[in-house]
T-cell receptor, first 115, second 116 residues
């Protein structure tokens, strides 16, 4: 079972470069989301989607863009990388709203460093 | 707004010791509460959950009881093992405000290290 697959696992970017973090899930989940994890701050929601063609902003959306053209894929785009975007990024998916008790499945994380 | 406060870490214990990680929350309405665990180099996994007051979530020897009167959801385990070394996150889920997504709010995480 693949679950939630993120690529790349590690990436170093220069300030101003753009890149896309890929996320795919094979569980036919409607809900997908991107979080960033920073030391001492837990996980913060960047963007989320409740189905193909539907996306919305989370807590910290600035500097990031998403789209959801299929149920399976939910890529995260960094438009112009800044050192403040150095973080660990997690993609997650669930059958229903995680807040209602549905189990959220997380990818293994993508370590991004912006220099 | 919603918030989750976890006890400061890191926590270091010897094998077979008793574990408590405190978690308190602030929320409107009736949130669901969760503990997630993150093993080194991996993503988060759901450890246990409770969706209403006085519910007890349990898994792998860990337990937590949803206490509405004290707004707490403390994680406990009677006898920890080296394999329990990980980062533990308390989280709150609320559908208040009519959002269809239902955002999860995470605490800052507590690092647990268990020595043989």
């Amino acid at each position: 079972n693949a679950g939630v697959t993120q690529t790349p696992k590690f990436q170093v970017l220069k300030t101003g470069q753009s890149m896309t973090l890929q996320c795919a899930q094979d569980m036919n989940h409607e809900y997908m989301s991107w979080y960033r994890q920073d030391p001492g701050m837990g996980l913060r929601l960047i963007h989320y989607s409740v189905g193909a063609g539907i996306t919305d902003q989370g807590e910290v959306p600035n500097g990031y863009n998403v789209s959801r053209s299929t149920t399976e894929d939910f890529p995260l785009r960094l438009l112009s990388a800044a050192p403040s975007q150095t973080s660990v990024y997690f993609c997650a998916s669930s059958y229903g709203a995680g807040s209602s008790g549905n189990t959220i499945y997380f990818g293994e994380g993508s370590w991004l460093t912006v220099v | 707004g919603n918030s989750v406060t976890q006890m400061e870490g890191p926590v270091t214990l010897s094998e077979e010791a008793f574990l408590t990680i405190n978690c308190t929350y602030t929320a409107t309405g009736y949130p669901s509460l969760f503990w997630y665990v993150q093993y080194p180099g991996e993503g988060l996994q759901l450890l246990l959950k409770a969706t209403k007051a006085d519910d007890k979530g349990s898994n792998k020897g860990f337990e937590a009881t949803y206490r509405k009167e004290t707004t707490s959801f403390h994680l406990e385990k009677g006898s920890v093992q080296v394999s329990d070394s990980a980062v533990y996150f308390c989280a709150l889920g609320s559908n208040a405000g009519g959002t269809s997504y239902g955002k999860l709010t995470f605490g800052q995480g507590t690092i647990l290290t268990v020595h043989p």
